[in-house]
């Protein structure tokens, strides 16, 4: 059902039609860059394309769902320049990078559970797919694309751009790319400064090497998506999602690579998703508004008020729809936190009701507009408000003052299974967090006053217990200028 609408929403953003390569959709996705905690940021692409992953396998899609992870490549400046990142978290936390990959990898996986979201089919690693990346770069350098230069070697955008048309995706002209890229120094091997790094010779300290037929070095970070892509996904495929910051330079960058080297147009509809903004501005660590998931599920940051389960965060992102700006604020998700609790609760209400012999509303219009939602570009926000539409049905039931037929009753029973559990991911927090966190914060905040009322009349003795007493229980406590703070160390 429903795949005509599905593709020729997709193709809203001005993409030509082209139909999916039905039953197999082939779906990639970029995945994290695994230096640090994930992040708020991180969790919409995710979700996103959680949604369009599970949407797709309901419309009985055999989905290939291929995410990778960035271990190499990736370095400080976007432009080619500077530390990898992993080498220099590796360098900071003086391990080794693949210690570093492992550990946030790990986390990465933890949090994404977490979040509900499925595990992709296939999940590659830039590092464990260097021979492939070598490969294309030999292609792209034999169809004249790019020149190699002191060991490294660099896409040729110019010559490129005479073929085709390169910021075709961001909707850019050569002219102005040129115009706001930084002139060259000097220093650069690269012919222009629109150029980008396809292999990079490693400097003596540079740790993450690898052997090539020009030095030994390290691939560029765009390259990994067109080389994974195409092995696990063909030459061309159907969709390929990200978060907007990607959309340039990099995905503009896996088009022209996977063109000069194959010849054809790699993906049929491109997705972005996108930002998260938090009370209106831009998260980054220069900010101090820079908040990972861990935090907000602890509540352990100074901009979050209290710890929010993660389904309230997926909630809160399934609530906009993925173009649009989401923006992150205490009492946002504490609305997201009401509005899930109401439609689980509606959920759970609806397995209770009896039916009657005969409706006295009609449901009719409530799961085409559901599907109808879905199927035009993933409209999760007009979903779920046809759902709570439908809460609205439910508890009148329930209070006696309308009545179902065992078929609406049946209906709107596999609808909500369907929709807010299969579909959009949502589930009951198993230990029901949200509450769990406000008894805990309500008894923390108890010890936290009296151990201040025995600190005023100098009962250190006991302060200290109490502080020691925590420190079994892996609860830190520490006396800051601005009151009392605690954490807790899993
Ligand atoms: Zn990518």
């Not at 560029?220 to 996904?233: F, I, N, P, Q, R």
């Not at 340039?248 to 049929?268: D, L, T, W």
């Not at 209106?280 to 908040?291: E, W």
Request: net charge negative; proline share 3%; hydrophobic share 35%.
């Amino acid at each position: 059902m429903a795949t005509l609408e599905i593709y020729n929403s997709i193709a809203r953003e001005k993409q030509e039609f082209k139909p999916l390569n039905h039953p197999y959709v082939g779906l990639y996705v970029c995945g994290p860059t695994v230096y640090g905690e994930a992040h708020l940021g991180h969790s919409r692409p995710y979700v996103t394309f959680d949604l369009v992953y599970r949407y797709l396998t309901f419309l009985g899609y055999k989905v290939r769902y291929v995410r990778n992870i960035t271990d190499v490549g990736h370095l400080v400046n976007d432009a080619d320049e500077g530390e990898d990142k992993i080498a220099k978290q590796a360098r900071l936390e003086r391990v080794e990078p693949m210690e570093v990959v492992k550990r946030y990898a790990d986390s990465f996986h933890d949090n994404m559970d977490q979040l509900n979201t499925l595990r992709p089919s296939i999940e590659p690693i830039a590092s464990g797919h260097i021979i492939e990346q070598i490969e294309m770069i030999k292609q792209i350098l034999d169809n004249g694309y790019g020149y190699e230069k002191n060991g490294s070697v660099y896409f040729d955008v110019e010559k490129y751009n005479k073929d085709h048309h390169y910021g075709k995706l961001s909707g850019r002209k050569i002219e102005d790319i040129l115009e706001n890229t930084r002139s060259l120094d000097g220093k650069s091997d690269k012919k222009h400064s629109a150029d980008f790094a396809l292999w990079k010779k490693a400097m003596p300290e540079h740790i993450m090497r690898w052997p090539s037929p020009w030095s030994d070095g390290f691939p560029g970070w765009h390259l990994e998506c067109s080389a994974m892509s195409t092995k696990y996904l063909g030459e061309q495929f159907d969709i390929h999602g990200g978060g907007m910051d990607l959309l340039f330079p990099h995905h503009e960058c896996e088009i022209a690579q996977n063109k000069a080297s194959k010849g054809i147009e790699p993906v049929k509809y491109w997705m972005h998703n996108n930002m998260i903004t938090i009370n209106g501005q831009k998260m980054g660590k220069s900010l101090g508004n820079f908040i990972t998931l861990n935090e907000l599920f602890s509540g352990d940051h100074k901009l979050v008020e209290q710890p929010y389960a993660p389904m309230t965060i997926r909630f809160f992102i399934l609530q906009a729809h993925y173009r649009s700006t989401v923006d992150f604020s205490n009492e946002a998700l504490q609305a997201a936190q009401k509005g899930l609790k109401r439609l689980l609760a509606g959920a759970k209400t609806l397995l209770e009701l009896d039916s009657s012999d005969s409706s006295s509303v009609d449901i009719s219009n409530i799961k085409p507009a559901v599907f109808n939602a879905l199927s035009d570009d993933f409209n999760s926000p007009i979903a779920i408000a046809q759902l709570f539409d439908a809460v609205k049905i439910i508890n009148s039931v329930k209070d006696g003052k309308a009545t179902l037929s065992k078929n609406d009753l049946t209906e709107l029973q596999d609808l909500f299974n369907d929709v807010v559990f299969t579909i959009l991911g949502l589930k009951e927090e198993s230990k029901d967090n949200s509450d769990n966190n406000e008894l805990v914060n309500g008894l923390m905040e108890t010890i936290i006053d009296t151990r201040k009322e025995l600190k005023a009349r100098k009962e250190f003795e006991l302060t200290d217990q109490i502080r020691d007493n925590l420190a079994k229980h892996n609860v830190q406590i520490k006396d800051t200028r601005e009151g009392t703070i605690w954490s807790h160390e899993k």
